[in-house]
């Protein structure tokens, strides 16, 4: 049986990608910040068995939890689906770029967080539909359908930009 990772591991692996997650969700630097500081100080505490398949998967699925735990007890939900939209991308002084991510930007924002997180997880995060349904304890229907719908509405939202920007 193959050793679990450690924390430093995991960490090492997985903090920056989950601190983007949660971000999506909480829609706030300071609270994602806070979340994934707790984040860890639990798995310190209570570190992954040897047991678990896939620890990317899991880390997701307990940051995952985490975050909805966080919106519950904080009653900010509503407030998170229409908050101005955390900085995705890292600032550029090319004008079309900084335009285009700040399109982007505002069409992810204004997705609703179900479709918004699994579109993040599988689009910056990398991970597959059967990854995303233990990360978020959803069937593998419900995630590939939240993508489908997020893609759909992305591709209406920027579809001007697009025209805009052919030759």
């Known amino acids: 049986m193959p050793r679990p990772p450690s924390l430093e591991e995991l960490y090492d692996a997985h903090a920056a ?3 983007h997650y949660l971000a999506g969700i909480v829609r706030s630097e300071a609270d994602a910040k806070d979340l994934l500081q707790e984040f860890f100080i639990r798995l ?9 398949a896939n620890p990317q998967a899991m880390v997701y699925r307990m ?6 735990d966080w919106l519950r007890k904080h009653r900010v939900r509503r407030e998170a689906e229409t908050a101005q939209p955390v900085e995705l991308f890292a600032p ?16 992810l924002a204004g997705l609703p967080v179900e479709q918004r997180s699994v579109a993040q997880l599988k ?8 990854q995303i349904t233990e ?7 419900t995630a590939a359908s939240r993508y489908r719908y997020a893609l759909d509405k992305l591709r209406t939202l920027l579809r001007p930009l697009y025209d805009e920007l052919q030759p």
């Open 135 to 141: 990360a978020q304890d959803i069937p593998l229907n």
């Open 17 to 19: 990608g989950l601190f």
């Open 92 to 107: 550029n002084d090319d004008p079309d770029t900084a335009a285009f991510a700040v399109r982007l930007e505002s069409a």
């Open 123 to 130: 689009l910056w995060h990398g991970l597959t539909f059967d």
């Open 44 to 52: 310190a505490a209570k570190p992954l068995g040897a047991d678990v």
């Open 63 to 68: 940051a995952h939890r985490q975050a909805v």
